[in-house]
């Protein structure tokens, strides 16, 4: 639990189980998170961000995102350039992994159950990492960051 500018906030950060075969695990690890989200005070914005590792396709088999909860990327705009977060025609970090070809997923999101009333109005969703490590000259992750900005209001 947080607070800024006498607006309370409540953060949690996951890394869920990766790879297809752990798409049943995923699920649950999903359900149950998505469970403390919803739980947290009316009077707190709740913000979920991480390596979630999930497919559409597995969400879609959730019912979807739960009620009251929603998608960043798609709250600000799904603007394709930053749809894929793992995105091997771009990130090379993983190359010598033939199985996972040239793999573009949206595995790392960022959802968002507002406080009542509405307390922050998200502005921006951008991907950050993007430029290589010298001298390494390898990316910071295989996967892209997330960067989100916020405007803080006490009513929108």
């Known amino acids: 639990m947080a607070s800024f500018k006498d607006k309370n906030l409540v953060l ?13 695990e995923r699920k649950m690890q999903l359900r149950k998170i998505f469970k403390e989200v919803l739980s947290s005070p ?10 979630f590792n999930s497919r559409d396709k597995e969400l879609n088999e959730l019912g979807g995102l739960p009620a009251g909860i929603e998608d960043l990327w798609i709250l600000c705009g799904s ?13 090379d970090n993983l190359l010598m992994d033939a199985e996972l070809g040239k793999a573009r997923c949206r595995f790392d999101r ?10 922050l109005k998200p502005t921006y969703f951008g991907l950050t990492g993007l430029e290589r490590l010298h001298p390494q000259q390898c990316f910071p992750s295989d996967h892209w960051g997330l960067l989100s900005h916020f405007e803080v209001s006490s009513c929108f």
Request: proline residues 2%.
């Open 110 to 119: 960022i959802y968002v159950r507002h406080s009542s009333p509405r307390q």
């Open 12 to 24: 949690f950060n996951s890394h869920l189980e990766s790879m297809l075969r752990g798409a049943d």
């Open 42 to 51: 009316d009077d707190t914005t709740a913000i979920f961000a991480g390596d």
């Open 79 to 91: 603007q394709k350039e930053c749809e894929y977060t793992f995105d091997l025609t771009q990130n």
